[in-house]
């Protein structure tokens, strides 16, 4: 069976045909039906490049799936109430229509505490059970990973701000209007101030103190843009999409300083004198001091820790222009790692790795002296797939960030704490996961009952705590990756021909993308050590992402993992065929409406 809009139909759903002949007859396309379960609901497969065409089937999709009692793709927190949750109530003094529950019988610091570290370019199999090349790199992050709860199927955003806006909004960036790339140094532009943040959820319904400390990159034109505007109380870190590691220089521009301390009265330049500090050091001790220094007696903390490692982790003005030195890691180690790994960008790559790696070993040692390791959930991701042109490498998965191929989006992602049962400890997940839903399974985790009060702040994402706790099957079962749109010069007609998307069910794949040699392909050693040791080439640059011929793909990600065999076909009596007409290119027209209903 294939899933159309949420719902499972059988071969030769009178229903679902009764969409595909209103969708055809509206197009005037001519449709195909056999009774063969082999080649059922089969239609003409044409790509509609009218932008009124589309908005129809839209339309149209959206009154057959209500008709029909569909549910949409977009999900608040399950609805499964859990006894320790906060509930709200009907107040709503929020300026964001958030309603500010009053508390119950326990007190608000009985919460747990959560920390969520995301790494910057961490690729696929760095940590866990297959990073056999960076197991002795990252000891401690891999030893976290193996006693908690994996999500095998985790995947996030190919580019850094599209993926840190769905992780703190828990909605898709079609959504949010920020599926296009970056928000790059000079833009007048970031996450719509009408958002609704976990850091404001967890402010309002928990009482937290939220701290973030490292990359925003959402943002930072007008102050409402900033963090301390956004539901935390207390920020360190820099605003932009990258920053030199030692002297906190902007590299576009580098002439200016970008590191910025703010809290809920006043924001300014950082100017202490540990601004040079290599900067895992410097948020790490900033993070282990916020540690330290919490009254947990009065509310419990949520720590947002967007480290810059491990992008491009080499770059900076002279004199820290080569990188992290062997000091920082001992003589002997660096000796070893510089023969074990080819290439200078790698063997930085793997340095920081390292560094972060100790960081957080020494972060946990914190949260014991505290007394509050036993009550904490730590969640570990990384925003979007490895650079090689960085040092990044996949674990052999295609592309790289970037690229809407599983080398860009699927990465690894864990939650470690004491507080998970027994059963689950040291478990692998299989569910199929997207960022966005981090935001209401965090929520559940911690006892918190959140549903957005306005429809224009509806979640994308869906809470998998109950499937992680084996009381229910996971609640994914389809993920858009993302969609590209480009019109055409009149700015009206929609150019689907030179637009790209992914999406997938829970077993395929469909690609519509650009092919580019190196970033679309599988990791060519030669091809990229050819300038690895010089630190000046071959910066991280996405450019690539969105060169080359556009092609479409489908996968059998079960029985292909490495997408190495495309299975896409316009042949009608192909089984294939009906998987990309019936299922996932249905969905994308739905997602396609959904995007354009909910910006307008």
Not at 257 to 286: A, P, Q, R
Request: aromatic share 14%; proline share 4%; with cysteine.
């Amino acid at each position: 069976m294939y899933s159309t809009f949420g719902k499972e139909v059988k071969p030769n759903d009178p229903e679902a045909n009764g969409f595909a002949e209103e969708v055809n007859s509206l197009l005037g396309h001519e449709d195909t039906y056999v009774d063969d379960p082999k080649s059922q609901r089969k239609v003409t497969y044409r790509m509609m490049y009218s932008f009124t065409g589309l908005m129809v089937i839209g339309m149209l999709a959206i009154y057959w799936a209500v008709s029909h009692q569909y549910t949409s793709t977009s999900s608040s927190v399950s609805t499964v109430k859990k006894s320790h949750k906060t509930k709200k109530t009907t107040s709503s003094s929020h300026k964001k229509l958030i309603d500010k529950p009053q508390k119950t019988g326990a007190a608000s610091a009985d919460h747990p505490n959560v920390v969520f570290v995301l790494i910057d370019d961490l690729g696929y199999d760095s940590i866990g059970y297959n990073a056999t090349e960076l197991a002795d790199v990252v000891p401690h992050m891999t030893t976290l990973y193996k006693t908690g709860v994996t999500f095998e199927k985790y995947y996030t955003q190919e580019v850094c701000t599209p993926a840190r806006a769905a992780l703190l909004t828990g909605r898709m960036p079609i959504s949010l209007g920020m599926q296009y790339g970056l928000v790059s140094e000079m833009v007048e532009w970031g996450l719509n101030t009408s958002e609704i943040t976990i850091a404001e959820v967890l402010k309002d319904y928990g009482e937290y103190t939220n701290v973030a400390i490292g990359k925003w990159h959402l943002g930072h034109w007008q102050p409402q843009y900033l963090p301390t505007a956004r539901g935390f109380d207390e920020y360190l870190g820099y605003t932009s999409g990258e920053d030199y590691y030692w002297s906190k220089r902007c590299p576009v521009y580098p002439q200016y300083t970008d590191l910025l301390y703010s809290d809920s009265s006043c924001y300014h330049v950082y100017n202490l004198t540990d601004l040079e500090d290599y900067s895992t050091f410097m948020f790490g001790d900033k993070a282990k001091s916020v540690v330290s220094s919490h009254d947990f007696d009065s509310t419990p903390l949520f720590m947002y820790l967007p480290f810059q490692a491990a992008h491009d982790p080499y770059h900076d003005v002279d004199p820290s222009n080569n990188g992290v030195p062997p000091s920082y890691v001992g003589e002997e180690l660096y000796n070893r790692l510089a023969i074990r790994f080819d290439g200078a960008k790698r063997l930085q790559h793997v340095l920081s790795l390292y560094l972060l790696d100790q960081f957080v070993n020494e972060l946990i040692e914190e949260f014991k002296s505290v007394g509050q390791y036993d009550n904490t959930y730590f969640f570990f991701a990384s925003d979007n797939g490895g650079c090689y042109k960085g040092g990044g490498r996949n674990g052999g998965l295609r592309g790289c960030k970037g690229t809407l191929f599983e080398g860009g989006t699927h990465v690894d992602a864990f939650v470690h704490s004491p507080l998970l049962p027994s059963s689950v400890q040291g478990s692998r997940y299989y569910g199929l996961t997207h960022v966005t839903d981090m935001f209401p399974t965090i929520l559940d985790f911690i006892g918190i009952d959140y549903t957005p009060t306005s429809s224009a702040n509806s979640l994308d994402g869906y809470s998998h705590y109950d499937a992680i706790m084996g009381t229910s099957d996971s609640p994914r079962t389809q993920m858009l990756y993302n969609m590209w749109f480009k019109y055409n010069s009149d700015d009206i007609d929609y150019d689907m021909a030179n637009s790209s998307f992914a999406i997938r069910n829970e077993r395929y794949k469909l690609l519509h993308v650009h092919q580019y040699n190196t970033v679309s392909e599988w990791y060519d050693e030669d091809e990229v050590l050819n300038d690895d040791d010089d630190f000046s080439l071959m910066k991280c640059d996405q450019s690539e992402a969105i060169s080359g011929n556009m092609t479409y793909f489908l996968f059998d990600l079960d029985n292909d993992q490495y997408e190495t065999r495309n299975l896409y076909t316009t042949d009608t009596s192909s089984e294939y065929y009906s998987i990309i007409v019936s299922d996932l290119y249905f969905s994308i027209m739905f997602c396609f409406e959904h995007c354009f209903y909910r910006l307008s």
